[in-house]
């Protein structure tokens, strides 16, 4: 347990840490180490439910299961990875004049702040504290998103506050009345707790459940990007410095997606009807499918990503609606794949804009001839997210479609409809990208690729071969959310 | 059910939720910014009276807690802070001409209706009040909705969401008789934190555009033109 107080400590001093000791030569090197330092807490914590299975805290306000554990351990690790990439890259940025020391100050502090909230959803068991952290990740980030205080950037930033703190509104009154349904059973103070409302759920009032899982949807679903409530989305990623855009794209979708998961264990439990199933399909399919089409539109590179993470976000959505040992496996390895790919496509993207002093699609250009690093990274990022085997993308899909195919045949041409207009729409733009000739005075720049090598190992590992203890690993949380086990 | 039969406090709790949905309607329909501010203190102190009232009748001291915190940040900073933006733009003069006020009112009106539609379900496992309080917090929540559409001033949007943060708060009192008290200290410190964000924001955007009228934020768009 102690591994789980200092996952959500080590962040808190961070915020602390970087707003007292203001910027310095050195603070994008300390944040690494902070980021370090909880990746190892989180990995200590993940061996510690591996031998004890799920823990629950003495005062019962966390828990640890092998589904959160999973999300915590990924979370940990794109949060490293990407202030790796970070440091160089807001070097780069104060270097061109785009940002200052104090801004800085703020961005490293809410990095931490943004890092709280995600594990804090993650880690608590209480439904309310759930909302409060999934509120204070968008607080965290919302300056970070006007950053370069641009108009477009303040203008994303409004967009995306109100968009959001409206959405997450919802969740607030779906949480309420989850609560109302528990009180009706007894036990005020305890009522919220995830372990409790679970170990419940049959005695709780089915009405009231269907009701709040429809306010929890529309709540954690607009922070999950599902159209019609996406609008925040590309904006917020395009106009934020690029770190934020990895982080959010990987990991604040995905912990919005867990909230709404959480809750959906709790609703099928007490109802009979697989009503919260069906939405999240309806949902998720037209996420999925409205995203793809409009990868097409797309003139700003980070904004066609952000697109993508829509699509695939919708396609998680989905997958977690069919509901079944399978669909939810791959929804698993979806969410982590598609973590690991889209953070490392962030990073490429970001060093791209850097080499071209642009985010318009048309104005980049020759990135393999500039620097091969940046052009191939971005090539092979692309090939793994548009689902090409041998990577772990090409698995997951594919496991969905299985299980689409077994659950809903009919739905399984517009699965592969999508998948193949999101495939033409990424390419379209991606291939003059990084082929063709280097633009006159076009060059390389200060790049660390680490981040972007690791992770696509990462998923094309997940492609070939998925590790045992993993495998068990998925199949646990499987076995917790669909009642059986895939394999 | 006739209603001389409830007791006193079913009865006080029935006229605040008619109240509440009241200041909404009239904040809807508010075209001066100093006014719409006034009657969201309003709806605040509204909200003050029924958690010291649910403190008092049901013996819940962590209420009168949340009674204070709402009356601190919901009648007292948020709306000062708000009245010295309006001042500070020498917007107090200004009447915001609504589009289509007539149309506002009645959506508000069905917005209301449909609230009641939503929460039927849940009529024969729940009192009479619980229906009747959950439906208002769920048509305040969408009233505040429609305030933010119908409006164009991003000092009118803060409003709306802050009373949406109100639907939410009252339905909490009223339904559920406050939520676990870490969760309502959590939700506060959400609720003021907003609010500063609220005021940093107004500062960017009157640099940026210079004005805070939020049509004029209108960059940025789906799909390339």
Redesign the interface.
Known sequence: MIAAYLVLLIPLVGIFYFALAGHRADTGKVNVRFNGICLLATIWLAINVLNQGTIISSGKAFLIDPFNVYLIVLTAFVGFTTSIFSSPYMAHEKEIGKLNDRRLKLYHSMFQGFMLAMYLVLTTN?M??M??AM??AT?AT??LV?LY????S??????Y??LC??GI??A??GT??L??AA??IGD??N??LWSVLYENADKL?P??L??AFVFLLIGYGTKIGLVPLH?WL??AH??GPTPMSAVLSGLLLNDALYAVVRNKMLVDGATDSNMAGFLMMGFGMLSFLVAAI?LH????IKRLFSYSSIEHMGLMTFAFGIGGPLATFAALLHMTVHSLTKSAIFVTVGHAAQLAGTQRIDQIRGLIKTQPKVGWGLLIGTIAIAGFPPFGVFTSEFLVLLATMHSYPWLAPLLLLGIGIAFAGLFRHIQPMVYGDRPEGQNPIAANLWPVTIHLALVLWLGLAIPGFLANWFSQATLLISGSTPL | MNIEQLDFYTQAILSMAALVGLTSFLMLGQGRLLRLIFVFAMQGFLLTLTTALAAYSLNNHHLYISAVLTLVLKVVFIPWMLRREVLRMNMHRDVEALKNNTAVMLGGASLMVFSYY??H??V??SSVV?VNA?AV??SV?LLG?LL?ISHRQ?IA?VVG?MS??N??FF??IV???G?????EL??A??VL??AV??G??FL??RT??DSLD?DL????H???K
């Open positions: 209480n309310g504290i909302w409060v509120e204070g607080l919302v300056l006007s205080r641009t108009p477009e303040i203008e994303a930033a409004w967009k506050f109100i703190g409206v509104a919802q607030l009154f309420i009345l609560y109302y009180v009706q005020g103070e009522a919220l009032n009405e009231i269907e009701i609008n590309p904006d395009s106009e409009l539109r797309q003139k700003d | 939503v929460l379900p849940i024969q496992s619980m959950l917090s769920l929540m909705m933010m991003a949007h969401f949406i943060e639907g939410l339905a909490a339904a559920t008789n939520m676990p008290m870490v969760v959590g939700v410190f959400d934190v907003a964000l609220f940093i924001f960017h955007i940026s555009i939020v934020l209108n960059k940025l789906e799909v390339d």
